[in-house]
C-alpha cells in the first residue's frame, strides 16, 4: 500500500495571498538584522532565567540613576525591552508555522518519493521489452553509487591527483 502521510492542494489565490502576506511582514519588518554565523555565536544571549534579571536590574538602574554612568543609554535600554515584548510572541508563532510548514514539506516530499520508488520499481520489473530501457537507465542513476578513492589509490597521488 502507498504511503500518503498528507493530500492537500493550494489554489493560486491562496498562493497569491500567502506570497503577499509574506512581502507585508518583510516590509514591516525590514528593520531586522541578518548576523553572520560568527556574529550570532559572539552574542550573548537572553534566556528565560535572563529575563527576570533584566528587569530588575533595569528597575534597580532607573531607581538608581546617580551610580549609572550616562554612558548607559536607559531610555534605549527600555526601547530595546518593549521590542522584544512585542517580537516575542509574534517570532513564536513564526516559528511554530515554519515548523508545521517544514514538516508539511517533508511529508508531501516523502509520500511523492515512496510512490515514485514503488513506480520505478514496477517499471524496473515489468518494462523489459517494453522500449523503457534508456529511461530505465536513466533513472536508475539516482541510485547509482560514487566509487570511492581507496587509501591506497590515493597514497601515490600528488597534491593535484596525479600518480607520481
Do not use: W
Request: overall charge negative; hydrophobic content about 40%.
Amino acid at each position: 500500500m502507498a504511503q500518503n502521510l498528507l493530500s492537500i492542494t493550494y489554489t493560486d489565490e491562496q498562493m497569491a495571498a500567502a506570497e503577499a502576506a509574506i512581502t507585508q511582514l518583510e516590509t514591516i519588518f525590514g528593520n531586522f538584522l541578518s548576523l553572520t554565523p560568527d556574529e550570532r555565536r559572539r552574542l550573548n544571549r537572553m534566556g528565560q532565567q535572563s529575563q527576570p534579571f533584566c528587569e530588575k536590574t533595569l528597575m534597580m538602574m532607573e531607581q538608581n540613576r546617580h551610580l549609572i554612568p550616562p554612558v548607559l543609554d536607559m531610555a534605549e535600554a527600555r526601547r530595546d525591552q518593549k521590542a522584544l515584548q512585542l517580537l516575542e510572541p509574534l517570532l513564536n508563532r513564526l516559528e511554530r508555522l515554519a515548523e508545521r510548514g517544514a514538516d508539511t514539506e517533508a511529508a508531501l516530499g516523502s509520500d511523492l518519493m515512496m510512490l515514485c520508488l514503488d513506480g520505478y520499481a514496477a517499471l524496473d520489473r515489468g518494462g523489459v521489452g517494453e522500449g523503457l530501457d534508456s529511461l530505465r537507465k536513466e533513472l536508475a542513476k539516482r541510485f547509482a553509487r560514487k566509487r570511492r578513492a581507496t587509501v591506497a589509490e590515493s597514497a601515490g597521488a600528488d597534491d593535484h591527483g596525479d600518480k607520481k
